[in-house]
């Protein structure tokens, strides 16, 4: 029996914007998968509703995949790709395998000979970067920086020293309850002619992607909190 594929699933970054992110391959995938691999049920269900593709929730197979899934766990989820079926697996938001528990499913796939389809879609991280113009040619991802405020202070110091050392663009991200106490740890602890990229709620109707030196955002604060946000630094 041939064995099923695993598709990596984009999903909306900000709330009703399918219709402008979402393409036709993406929604057409959906439309014909039956089981899907999810971070977060609630949000899937939504998302795919939104899509308005015809689709009945109900009739359709999910399971979390987090980052606490066992090995053992992801085992049993991907079962159904060794009797035919293909596996859609679906971020929270955004792409599926970046900074992302989707990894353990595709980690999975390549042991075992399953093929992987990653669709094209809004990645935060990418789009973030694409408008900073920092260098495109050398970055590096750190994720979520530690949440001691003195762990993350000489966090933040490392990376605008190896930024600086290697001409390197530095992306991280923090929980959007928490953004304005790491954007205040930025500035207070980075040089003032390091530059800094803001990109809050990309794709969202009040999206703002803005670089500016540490200093003239020391002078210009904006408020990000509860709001879905990249930062990236490039010292030169």
């Known amino acids: 029996m041939p064995r099923g594929k695993l598709y990596l699933i984009p999903n909306v970054l900000a709330e009703n914007t399918a219709e402008e992110v979402i393409s036709p391959q993406v929604k057409e995938v959906i439309s014909k998968t039956k089981v899907f691999l999810v971070e977060n049920l609630r949000t899937t269900r939504r998302y795919i509703s939104s899509l308005k593709l015809g689709v009945k929730i109900e009739e359709l197979h999910m399971e979390v ?12 989820l991907m079962q159904p790709l060794f009797k035919g079926a293909d596996i859609g ?12 528990p989707g990894a353990l499913a595709v980690e999975y796939a390549h042991k075992k000979g399953i093929q992987v389809v990653p669709l094209s879609g809004p990645s935060s991280m990418f789009m973030a970067l694409m408008a ?21 202070v000489n966090k933040l110091k490392s990376l605008e020293l ?11 991200m923090e929980t959007p309850f928490r953004n304005n106490q790491l954007f205040k740890d930025v500035l207070s602890s980075l040089s003032p002619g390091t530059k800094l990229c803001i990109a809050k709620n990309i794709t969202g109707s009040d999206e703002l992607i803005q ?13 990000l909190h509860k709001v879905p946000t990249v930062f990236i630094i490039q010292s030169f």
């Open 162 to 172: 190896e930024s600086s050392k290697q001409s390197r663009s530095q992306i991280f």
């Open 211 to 223: 670089t500016k030196t540490v200093g003239e955002w020391k002078q210009n604060p904006i408020d």
């Open 65 to 76: 995949l987090d980052k606490n899934s066992s090995p053992e766990s992801i085992n049993r």
């Open 89 to 100: 697996v679906v971020s929270e938001a955004g792409c599926p395998g970046i900074a992302d």
């Open 132 to 152: 900073s113009g920092f260098s495109g040619q050398s970055f590096a991802f750190h994720g979520y920086l530690p949440i001691d405020k003195r762990e993350r």
